[in-house]
């Protein structure tokens, strides 16, 4: 029997997070901090108390070192945004998107926007998935079809998830 196109695309979502839950369990805010070099990104609490990810336009070379805290904000920051602009009336600006404040927040913050994502996908046809409509406004999308946003969405989340479980490695290798 065939698998849909979008049955395939939540595989691949399953799959990715799985992986970040696997690597969830077991860190903590220290963990989620630790700056791995001394040129790094983070999450830091601003003036007002609200939690804001080093950023630079454009990148710097070499891009910093990040956190897995900076890592979270990253993938929250791009799932907004691509929530709001797919499946919404648009996105708040990259500034607007704050970092929960602790890694328990940050984890329920991102299980909130994988279940809006796969509740959006989950009634998608293959008409919705060829369509540019969706994708025109994304900053990063811009004339692509909703499919290979979804597809990007998967490599994006595997990726930063990746990137989290070598941090994680890596913090707990220091001895």
């Known amino acids: 029997m065939p698998v849909s196109r979008v049955d395939l695309l939540l595989r691949q979502l399953d799959i990715a997070w799985a992986l970040l839950e696997y690597h969830l369990d077991g860190l903590d805010d220290e963990v989620c901090l630790w700056q791995p070099a001394p040129h ?3 999450v830091r609490p601003d003036g007002r108390g609200r939690w804001t990810a080093d950023w630079q336009v454009p990148e710097p070379d070499p891009v910093p070192a990040v956190t897995i805290g900076w890592l979270t904000w990253h993938i929250g920051f791009w799932w907004t945004t691509t929530l709001g602009h797919c499946f919404g009336s648009g996105a708040p600006e990259r500034e607007e998107i704050t970092w929960p404040g602790s890694l328990a927040a940050a984890a329920a913050w991102l299980r909130g926007l994988k279940d809006r994502w796969r509740s959006h996908l989950s009634g998608l046809t293959d008409a919705d998935l060829d369509s540019t409509d969706r994708t025109a406004s994304l900053p990063w999308g ?8 979804a597809g990007w969405v998967n490599v994006e989340l595997t990726k930063n998830v ?8 890596l913090h707990g290798a220091r001895g």
């Open 40 to 42: 790094c990104w983070t």
């Open 142 to 149: 811009g004339g692509q079809t909703l499919a290979d946003v």
């Open 162 to 169: 990746a990137e989290i479980g070598l941090l994680h490695t």
